[in-house]
């Protein structure tokens, strides 16, 4: 199989890419802006170009046109930045990715899409359902549903050109994925990342952790492997199991409130080898979210998959539990960065 991967250098592509080359005998098409991941992966298989979807059009529909599945991964997922950036997130996440959604439509190629958890948003639901809750967003002055808003329609989109216009495809939605390599810890210096790296940043340079509002938000977090080998599965798609499919792919039961994960991250690092001796670590501080985000971002409080289509259909289910996962990606950041 020949598979093009946009954004092949972020976080889910470098897993995945690292993945595919591994364990199975596919060819990788990839584009990144940067190569900072993927340049420990040397491989014939592996073919490389340094680029940007929203300028390098041609070489994209050339590769779209040469490979059997697309995997378009090229988006900004940071909350901060939907709130501070919110037409940028419109211009990459929705712009750039329609107009590669309409090439692979154009050329009737596999679009393994990653929509996203917080389409969701602030769904009643106990635990979202792919096929029957409502997507929820605030009211349009509450600028981070930008990012749900953009993705939802972009959902629909393939959606309908998979049903009217047989577009094979298949929708993800990894729920709080983390692991090593997840943000870079420069990006949390400027307290700019998502929440586990920013915890890590705030460990590694005893820097107070902030919990916004009081951190009794939920979240599920799932370590990369797990998305991966999902992924994987999705991919491999197997008597076509996951056409016009859209799955959760996360672990309802690593949930937890953002105050505990914040003792339990300091609890772990406190242990860490390099860090038992330490005498002092990062305070646990409140902040209001208005302080920390600004007045236009909302929160969500609950995040909790129903992961029974992923189990049913992909013969699949998470293996890494909270607080191993929390260790191999503390791990993974110590060794990188001291
Ligand atoms: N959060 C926090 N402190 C931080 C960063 C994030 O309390 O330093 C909270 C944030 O308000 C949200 C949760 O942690 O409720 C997860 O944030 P993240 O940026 O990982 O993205 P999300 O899960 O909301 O997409």
Redesign the pocket.
Known sequence: MKILILGVNGFIGYHLTKEILATTDWEVYGMDIDDNRINELENSRLHFVEGDIEINKEWIEYNIKKCDTVMPLVAIA???MYVENPLRVFHLDFEANLDIIKKCAKYKKRIVFPSTS?VYGISPDAEFDEDKSPLCTGPINKERWIYSASKQLLDRVIWAYGNHENLPFTLFRPF?WIGPKLDSIEIAKE?S????T??IASLLFKKP?????G?K?M?CFTYISDGIAALIKILKNENNICNKQIINIGNPKNNIS?KDLAYLMRDIFSKHEKHKNDKEFSQIMEID?KE??GESYQ??YN?KPSIEKAKKMLNWEPTVDLEEALKLAIDAFINEYE
């Open positions: 940071t909350p901060k917080e709080n307290g990342s998502r929440v586990v920013q915890f952790i902030y919990l916004v509002d951190g938000q979240r953002i979210s920390f985000y929160d969500i995040r």
